[in-house]
């Protein structure tokens, strides 16, 4: 059972035509150590608030473009928190002016009931079980990256960054997965994050469209982290296939990724599956 | 000492270390030729560039003037690998480009094609690669881009710039790499350069026999040569010194005479040398460098890089020292020097 509460201050979406995007409150704003019970300050900034400020943007620009736009983001707070925290974080987010659209309290049992009763398109987090469990449930998910100095993540520009090492591989590269020790279940989750992560590029690939080549609100990338260039080809080559043209490339063949993820910046990054990566988690 | 490198928790394959590789950025320029399509991006514009690029996406590009240096890079790769086969200590050739990932698939499809040993790039869209050369711990950086390559100095990365090949290309080696490298501002800083400028060629000699026994400072590729240095103490050990795929040279406007010796016990006292050592007393550079026939020449005077290309051979600018036009910060020499100075 969920409650969701509608954000008056800010003009609904069209959920069917929007682009949904679920968002966990303990992201957007930072959890406290102590509840203190009866405060009524706003909530401290949490890891996802760039990630909001620029999302904003880019609705903003699709909207001067088409006043008509429906291909918005519409985002959802996630929040499992108890109900006397409910009221203080509708007030935070009106206090830092956040594009959010619906509140959604629930249980974290049914957190995932909730995700795909509403049509999410995507489920943000910074925990990195959430984001499997929901990937595995068959509701597209992606990490919120945690930039180690969050003065650097920009505001102005949406990165998304797509994760390509199991997109570019074909069937057989997979099935010699299972010689290296993954189980059925994973790789079955690999075939259904993957699928997750097609309907997530189309979005993104007919947003990016929206924008000239130069001065877009929206960046799209892909990294491939330990395959041969052969597979970041076939993954660039897939995602053109389903409409996304991205704007930057990388391909590391086994360097290592923080140095690299610090300097490219994303805001989320679009896991296919290989979820327990060391070098992707939260707090890389 | 070659730090262990960790094996994929997930997919068993191995990592290796960045700073235990020779990393050489190459820009898409440089390694090939893209001169059509630049024309095309400079006249019509980024769309009609790009689409240029996707519709011709089957046909790899021309080589480029880094190409036949970075093959060698590879037969000395090759060489290593058989003697020493569990060694990170290679050459790792990178593609930094700031081109648009939708020229990506040519640029793969063209590595492919001229059967390149480059794994790893870069491909930033339209941002600077400049955080990236660090990122991969890079020991050198080669780039058409004459401002990028000036940033890459300031942050204490030997880079070049290099240009379109000479059109008469002197044939070069494909087992040995051969390297040539000018003295003042490219091995060493540009003080003495100073002198000649300020007070004439005279006053230059002087300079330099008084300061004989006064060790030069470091110059912005001073690194690279002591990384080339490093493995080719690798093939000595395995007794090739004779057949040594690695041969290095300075060629210098010094005279052997008189400011020659500085410049040599400067080079002894950092614990490096050069192959050969050409000192032409003011006299051009083009005819000896024919006759060496390197895959690459750095110097920090265009009027020395142009003399070089119009007799065949490839040559880098440096764009360090006095003797460049435009004003510049002051660079990381000191940066040069730390960096060079920690492990590799």
């Not at chain 1, 679920?22 to 992201?27: G, I, L, N, T």
């Not at chain 1, 974080?89 to 957190?111: P, Q, T, V």
């Amino acid at each position: 059972m969920d409650s969701m509460v509608r954000n008056p201050d800010v003009k609904q979406r069209d959920a069917a035509q929007a682009v949904v995007v679920a968002v966990s409150s303990d992201a957007i704003f930072t959890p406290e150590v102590e509840q203190v019970h009866g405060a009524t300050e706003p909530l401290r900034k949490g890891d996802a608030f760039s990630f909001m400020k620029a999302i904003q943007v880019v609705n903003e620009r699709l909207l001067t473009l088409n006043s008509d736009e429906t291909l918005l983001f519409d985002v959802i707070l996630l929040s499992n928190d108890s109900e006397e925290k409910h009221s203080r974080i509708i007030a935070s987010a009106k206090h830092y002016g956040l594009d959010i659209g619906r509140f959604c309290f629930c249980n974290k049992e049914d957190s995932i009931e909730s995700l795909q009763s509403n049509n999410v398109k995507l489920f943000l987090s910074t925990d990195t079980n959430d984001v499997c469990k929901a990937l595995q449930k068959g509701v597209p998910a992606a990490l919120l990256y945690h930039q180690t100095d969050p003065h650097h993540q920009t505001e102005d520009q949406l990165k998304v960054v797509f994760s390509g090492d199991v997109i570019g591989s074909s069937e057989e590269m997979l099935h010699g997965l299972r010689e290296q020790g993954f189980t059925e279940t994973q790789l079955q989750g690999f075939k259904t994050a993957k699928g997750s992560v097609k309907e997530f590029a189309i979005l993104m690939g007919e947003m990016r469209r929206r924008f000239g080549l130069e001065g877009s609100p929206l960046c799209t990338g892909l990294m491939t982290a330990w395959s041969s260039r052969d597979v970041c080809a076939s993954a660039l080559k897939t995602l053109r296939g389903w409409g996304l043209l991205v704007d930057e490339a990388f391909c590391l063949a086994g360097a290592p990724r923080s140095p690299i993820l610090n300097l490219v910046r994303p805001h989320i990054i679009c896991l296919d599956g290989l979820y327990h990566m060391e070098g992707f988690t939260a707090m890389s | 000492k070659e730090l262990r490198s960790e094996r994929d928790s997930l997919t068993g394959t191995q990592r290796p270390k960045p700073q235990n590789a020779i990393t050489i950025a190459v820009s898409s320029r440089v390694l090939f030729n893209m001169d059509k399509e630049q024309q095309i991006y400079e006249q019509k514009g980024m769309e009609e560039y790009l689409k240029y690029q996707i519709e011709h996406e089957t046909e790899p590009f021309g080589p480029g003037p880094a190409f036949p240096f970075v093959k060698a890079l590879e037969a000395v790769n090759t060489r290593l690998r058989e003697l020493y086969p569990e060694s990170e200590e290679l050459f790792d050739v990178v593609l930094m480009t700031n081109n648009h990932a939708h020229v990506g698939l040519r640029l793969i499809n063209t590595i492919n094609h001229h059967r390149l040993f480059i794994e790893r790039f870069c491909m930033t869209g339209g941002n600077s690669p400049i955080g990236y050369l660090k990122a991969y711990h890079t020991n050198l950086y080669l780039s058409a881009d004459p401002m990028k390559v000036r940033e890459a100095l300031e942050e204490g990365i030997a880079a070049a710039t290099m240009f379109n090949p000479p059109e008469k290309r002197t044939e070069v080696s494909e087992t040995q790499l051969r390297v040539a490298f000018d003295g003042d501002a490219v091995l060493f800083s540009d003080e003495s350069e100073r002198i000649y400028k300020a007070h004439g060629l005279d006053k230059f000699f002087e300079h330099e026999k008084a300061h004989e026994n006064t060790l030069l400072d470091h110059g912005p590729l001073k690194g690279f040569l002591e990384s080339l240095g490093k493995l080719q103490k690798k093939f000595y050990a395995k007794g090739q010194r004779m057949d040594c795929p690695i041969r290095t040279y300075l060629v210098t406007a010094r005279s052997a005479a008189s400011s020659g010796t500085r410049a040599l016990k400067t080079l002894r006292s950092w614990g490096l040398d050069t192959d050969e050592a050409l000192f032409l007393a003011g006299a051009p550079k083009g005819p000896m460098l024919e006759k060496i026939r390197p895959h690459i020449f750095f110097d920090d005077q265009m009027f020395h890089v142009e003399g070089a290309a119009e007799l065949g051979t490839v040559a880098a600018h440096v764009p360090y020292g006095v003797a460049q036009k435009r004003p510049q910060k002051k660079l990381a020499v000191e940066n040069a020097k730390d960096s060079s100075a920690a492990a590799k």
